[in-house]
C-alpha cells in the first residue's frame, strides 16, 4: 500500500489542523494506520492510531483530549486532527499502515508496513 500524507503547516499556538493520509494500491479495511511524528534530533514517537475494521483508537499520552484519529472508508483516508496545539508538536507527521494485528506492539515503528513521506507541522508561539 502507498501512502500520501498532506495537510501540515505554520500555525500559532493553540490553532489546530488536520492532517490527511491517502492510501492507495489497496483497500486499508483490515489495517492498523498510525500516526509517528520525528523533531528534530530526536527519534520518530507515536501519536496516534486506529484498527481500521474495529475503529478502536489508540492516542500517546501528551496527545490525549487533543488529537483525534479518523478514517473514512469511501475515501482510504485516515485523518489526525490536531487542537490545542503546543509548540512541543512541532514535528513531522508520518503516516504509516500495518497488514497484520499489532495491539500489543502498535506504539512501535518497527510494527508498520508502509510509510507516507511525511508532512511538516510547525507551531509558533
Known amino acids: 500500500v502507498q501512502l500520501q500524507a498532506s495537510g501540515g503547516g505554520l500555525v500559532q499556538a493553540g490553532g489546530s489542523l488536520r492532517l490527511s493520509c491517502a492510501a492507495s494500491g489497496r483497500t486499508v479495511s483490515g489495517y492498523v494506520m498510525g500516526w509517528f511524528r520525528q523533531a528534530p534530533g530526536k527519534e520518530r514517537e507515536f501519536v496516534a492510531a486506529v484498527r481500521w475494521s474495529a475503529g478502536n483508537t489508540y492516542y500517546t499520552d501528551s496527545v490525549k483530549g487533543r488529537f483525534t484519529i479518523s478514517r473514512d472508508n469511501t475515501e482510504n483516508t485516515v485523518y489526525l486532527q490536531m487542537t490545542g496545539l503546543k509548540l512541543e508538536d512541532t514535528a513531522v507527521y508520518y503516516c504509516?499502515?500495518?497488514?497484520?494485528?499489532?495491539?500489543?506492539?502498535?506504539?512501535?515503528?518497527?510494527?508498520?508496513?508502509?510509510w507516507g513521506q511525511g508532512t511538516l507541522v510547525t507551531v509558533s508561539s
Open positions: 504509516a499502515a500495518a497488514a497484520r494485528s499489532i495491539i500489543s506492539t502498535i506504539r512501535l515503528p518497527s510494527s508498520y508496513d508502509s
